[in-house]
């Protein structure tokens, strides 16, 4: 098979990012670990993907992100996409400051103009008071803000998430979904977040989609019209939550056999 990966500023007219039968296999004759997927996201939209363990999940984020390259088909984004893991992976002898100027600094952008752009995304994030704060300062949520202030300051439009709540109480990911909605709503920014929890999946999304396992190929999606603010125990979202979980069993169990 060829490989056909395009990562430019001319993907389709009015997408932020397209796939086009999108397969990867690690090695020559190995298991295919994404099988076909066809997926387009447009631009400022949010789209949750969602799967049992092991669908490929997180292979899709790296494939977007330019991290991996598709064994066949093709990727086309408006701007190389900037990425945010479970892990915060802050430097811990730099400030919250410091962490966020330093994708900057990659950037090669000037030392006053990084400390003045790294204020104002941790402003945008609520950690105005953090700025000198190293990571062992902070709690598990903001050491996430900071993260997040982080992937911003890389000066994308599209922002691509993994798991990066996953870690976190019940009570913080409730915290952090606001503002993480808020941040999104405030400047546009292309979201495809991967989660594993279905209330989380619904909660954030305008779109939910869900992957099959082994391939990992699109098995449905759902439109979200359930309008902000939501919360993740609102009766709509746990609706639609009750009725995705029951789509993901029966792809657990198909794949089970």
Do not use: Y
Request: aromatic share 4%; net charge neutral; glycine share 6%.
């Amino acid at each position: 098979m060829t490989t056909h990966l395009t990562t430019t500023a001319e993907a389709p007219t009015g997408l932020a990012l397209s796939l086009k039968n999108v397969t990867k296999t690690f090695t020559s004759g190995g298991p295919v670990v994404l099988d076909g997927i066809n997926l387009d996201v447009l631009p400022g939209e949010f789209v949750t993907l969602l799967g049992a363990s092991g669908c490929g999940k997180s292979t899709l984020l790296s494939l977007i992100a330019g991290l991996e390259s598709p064994t066949d088909g093709e990727i086309s984004t408006v701007a190389k996409p900037a990425l945010m893991f479970q892990e915060p992976a802050l430097l811990p002898w730099l400030t919250a400051e410091q962490n966020v100027e330093l994708a900057m600094r990659f950037r090669g952008v000037n030392k006053a103009e990084r400390k003045i752009k790294a204020q104002e995304l941790l402003s945008l994030v609520h950690l105005d008071r953090a700025v000198k704060q190293r990571p062992h300062e902070l709690s598990g949520g903001m050491r996430q803000r900071v993260a997040l202030a982080r992937a911003l300051a890389q000066d994308s439009s599209i922002l691509l998430m993994d798991e990066p709540f996953a870690a976190l109480d019940a009570v913080t990911r409730d915290i952090l979904h606001e503002e993480l909605i808020r941040v999104w709503q405030e400047t546009g920014v292309t979201v495809v977040f991967v989660t594993h929890n279905v209330r989380e999946a619904v909660r954030l999304g305008q779109r939910v989609v869900l992957m099959s396992s082994r391939p990992g190929r699109i098995a449905r999606e759902w439109q979200i019209d359930v309008p902000e603010p939501r919360r993740i125990e609102d009766e709509d979202v746990s609706r639609l939550a009750g009725e995705i979980t029951a789509e993901l069993r029966k792809e657990i169990r198909r794949h089970a056999n």
